[in-house]
């Protein structure tokens, strides 16, 4: 037993620590487990790698700048010297610390050493516990700690979400102690939250939850964390101060105020508030993160375990976005829900949660690096005919190339777990178990999903009896699952979504074979569109299309070059399925000597009648079919037309364009550089908007001299609001809202002088100013357009 967990157990701690309602099961370390050859180990490799070509001196220099230090290198470019300097620093660390656990390898472990010893030297110059890489960073927290708070979801205090980025180096000293053994790392995290404390000491409860406003990853988990190992109450305080109660409040109620929201700042909130109830035993924050997982999962997720477009999470009953865009689920996202995954079923070890695991693992985490060249994918397109872009070392400092690093260094963290001497097999991904503690190997021997069965080698130092619990997956149908301990057929006393139990003594060599057959099954999306995607077992089916056009695959150092900007084709000219939905999984027939791979009887038009279904994870440097769309031949002229008039609506406007910025949204506002001052944003019938009663601005880019105007979107009911629209400081135009375009959007074209263009030289900054007393917006969409 864990020495911390025995002192909980004794009474020794201030407050309830780890109360439960039950037994928690536990995770094994990720040293315990060590992958076999498969595509995971494949992928650690090949992340590894990745990890090996980067410069750390060069990712170190943000800390040591902010230190008052000089350098050893400069900072790398993209978002590590745009803003949010030195985030990707603190997935590295994280990276390192699982790695070495994961493999062993000592040149991870060598490198976290370092990483710390320059951590170190940064920490101690500052000599208030203080890290981080938040360029004037230091000057920005005296304000804060002064209550001069002005707070929006893409900046504190005109800083790139600071609370965001200082969170990526608290994961990374916890992960190097938790992961890396390093009981420096442990000093150094206590030491910085200690500062969190100092920075908050002085702030009323409602304006640390006005700063919380602000994109602050899960800073209330690690918080939480500190408090867990320390043992101290003032650390769980000050978990409950950092945690949102705007999020919270309605979770605890099940409400779903989610759409429109910034996903993936939400998640880690959400993490938090499940690691707060671990500590106090608070089943209501417990609960909240339960129905949050519900609703994530249920009801906006789409097959490959993803969710959100554009960042954001889109209404339940409307996914058209997620077929229409480029930017798709973020991995991020998927990161971070596998997180708030794993302490769920700890907590209550249900099959639901690792079927969403696995599905979520396979067919999203595995499928974001390149398995030969690596590289990490940002957004990754439900969108047909599309593809995916990859980061490159050297360019790509993206927060999911940040997430990217660590998601291959622990596949083994959940393909068992266990509580007390009971084993719990929870993925089937070749692998060994050394359970030194109990004096237990376990191997897994299977090629799975190649083929539909996995072995269970049992190797106890002794005779011991425990119980192993078998997942039966959803996807396998009632009564299918075969068990065969040594060689004799087993009882099977369980249905699809429980674990079988398997219990008696066991002895050196017991073999527990398992025969998990997979079907083929079609899933819609989630809204009810005819839109499905094709699974054999909980394998996400897709097609190869072309290879035209995919521009930026690899991606440049440019702010927007996590997305995948190349040509969308049009949907109408897209391979559907003539036919009806109860016939498609017939339709889908194995290609014979290939292991996954398909052909689908009735794909139109006749020149895809030979796309052939791999898995997703498989499928790389390609345009692809995720969702097919379902249509009877009846309908398939009707649909034709619609679909390309649409296209071709949507086509122009984009040929159009010159560049383009959704206000209220996150990401576009920052790749724009966006300043502002008094504002607000929001979101109204699914479409974000800002205004503020004093500016904004935004930065566009002309880069091959085409602009000729700027189209702006504003709301026909918005009344009152008079404002200027300026370009570079010079007034193009008066506006005023007057209200009388009623319940519609609309937009206005403004044409730009050409003086103001040849004096652009193709950087644009276009400022919305309020009228005193007066209002500037609401601005829903922001176009520069061609001439």
């Known amino acids: 037993m864990k020495l911390r967990n025995l002192i909980f157990l004794l009474g020794l701690l201030p407050f309830g620590a780890l109360a439960q309602q039950k037994p928690a099961a536990e995770v094994f370390s990720l040293s315990e487990v060590r992958l076999l050859d498969s595509p995971f180990k494949k992928a650690m490799m090949t992340d590894m790698n990745y990890i090996l070509d980067l410069d750390m001196d060069r990712l170190l220099a943000p800390y040591l700048k902010e230190a008052g230090l000089k350098p050893k290198a400069e900072n790398y470019g993209n978002w590590e010297n745009t803003g949010l300097d030195g985030h990707i620093g603190g997935h590295y660390l994280s990276a390192l610390a699982k790695m070495y656990a994961a493999t062993g390898d000592q040149r991870m472990k060598d490198r976290m ?27 920005m927290w005296q304000e804060i700690s002064e209550g001069k708070i002005d707070a929006g979801s893409f900046s504190l205090n005109k800083k790139w979400v ?57 800073l209330n988990e690690i918080f939480a964390d500190v408090a867990d190992i320390t043992g101290d109450e003032k650390y769980l305080k000050l978990a409950k101060q950092f945690s949102h109660r705007a999020i919270l409040d309605p979770l605890i109620k099940h409400e779903d105020h989610l759409t429109g929201m910034h996903a993936n700042t939400q998640i880690p909130k959400v993490i938090g508030f499940k690691r707060v109830a671990e500590v106090d035993g608070d089943e209501s924050w417990a609960d909240a993160a339960r129905y949050f997982w519900e609703n994530v999962v249920d009801k906006r997720t789409v097959s490959i375990g993803g969710n959100s477009v554009r960042e954001h999470f889109h209404p339940v009953d409307d996914f058209s976005s997620m077929i229409e865009s480029e930017q798709g689920p973020e991995t991020c996202n998927t990161y971070n829900m596998l997180k708030l995954t794993k302490h769920l079923f700890l907590s209550d070890p249900e099959v639901k949660y690792m079927d969403y695991y696995e599905r979520a693992l396979y067919n999203h985490i595995l499928s974001t690096e390149e398995p030969d060249h690596g590289g990490f994918v940002y957004f990754t397109p439900m969108r047909p005919g599309h593809y995916r872009v990859y980061s490159q070392p050297q360019t790509s400092f993206w927060c999911c190339v940040g997430s990217g690093l660590e998601n291959h260094t622990k596949y083994g ?19 060994t178990l050394n359970w030194k503690e109990k004096g237990l190997e376990l191997t897994q021997e299977t090629k799975f999903p190649d083929a539909e069965s996995t072995t269970l080698t049992i190797n106890p130092e002794k005779k011991s009896t425990f119980t192993l619990y078998v997942r039966y997956p959803k996807w396998v149908e009632e009564g299918a699952l075969k068990v065969v301990i040594n060689g004799k057929e087993h009882e099977v006393d369980g249905t699809p979504g429980q674990y079988v139990a398997l219990n008696r003594k066991w002895k050196k060599g017991d073999k527990v074979e398992l025969t998990l057959p997979m079907r083929t099954t079609v899933e819609q999306l989630p809204d009810g569109e005819s839109y499905y995607s094709i699974l054999h077992g909980p394998i996400v089916m897709a097609a190869k299309t072309d290879t035209t056009d995919m521009v930026g695959l690899y991606a440049d150092d440019s702010r927007g070059g996590h997305i995948a900007s190349g040509q969308k084709y049009p949907l109408n000219e897209m391979p559907v399925i003539a036919g009806t939905v109860e016939h498609v999984a017939s339709a889908v027939k194995a290609v014979e ?20 279904l791999i898995p997703f994870f498989r499928l790389h440097d390609s345009r692809y079919m995720v969702y097919f769309n379902v249509v009877s031949p009846d309908d398939l002229v009707a649909m034709e037309k619609k679909t390309a008039f649409l296209e071709a609506e949507k086509k122009a406007l984009e040929d159009a364009t010159v560049d383009l910025v959704f206000p209220g949204e996150q990401q576009p506002e920052s790749d724009h550089f966006i300043e502002s001052e008094n504002t607000n944003s929001g979101v109204n019938q699914d479409k974000h908007w800002r205004d503020a009663t004093g ?42 809202l007057d209200g009388s375009k009623g319940f519609e959007f609309f937009t206005i074209d403004y044409d730009i002088p050409q003086d103001i263009l040849d004096k652009a030289a193709g950087k644009l900054r276009v400022k919305f100013e309020a009228d005193p007393g007066s209002v500037a917006g609401g601005i829903y969409e922001v176009r520069l357009m061609e001439k």
């Open 413 to 431: 963290e959940l393909i068992y777990a266990h509580l007390g001497d009971d084993i719990y097999v929870n993925l089937f991904i070749p692998s």
């Open 113 to 139: 050493d370092y990483m710390l010893s320059e951590l170190k030297r940064a920490q101690d110059a500052n000599g208030d516990g203080y890290l981080s890489g938040v360029p004037g960073g230091k000057a």
């Open 593 to 612: 000597g290939q292991p996954l791979t398909f052909t689908i009887d009735g794909l139109y038009p006749e020149k895809y009648k030979d796309l052939e």
């Open 695 to 736: 500016w904004f601005s935004y930065l566009l880019t002309d880069k091959d001299g085409d602009a000729g105007k700027l189209r702006i979107m504003y709301f026909g009911l918005d009344n009152g609001r008079n404002f200027s629209i300026s370009i570079n400081g010079e007034k193009l135009t008066d506006v005023s």
């Open 162 to 218: 600071p609370l965001y980025n200082i969170h990526k180096i608290y994961a990374g000293l916890y992960d190097a102690y938790t992961f890396g053994g390093s009981e420096e790392a442990k000093e150094m995290l206590i030491g910085l939250t200690d500062w969190a404390i100092q920075l908050v000491q002085n702030l009323a409860d409602d304006q640390i939850q006005d700063m919380l406003r602000s994109e602050h990853g899960g």
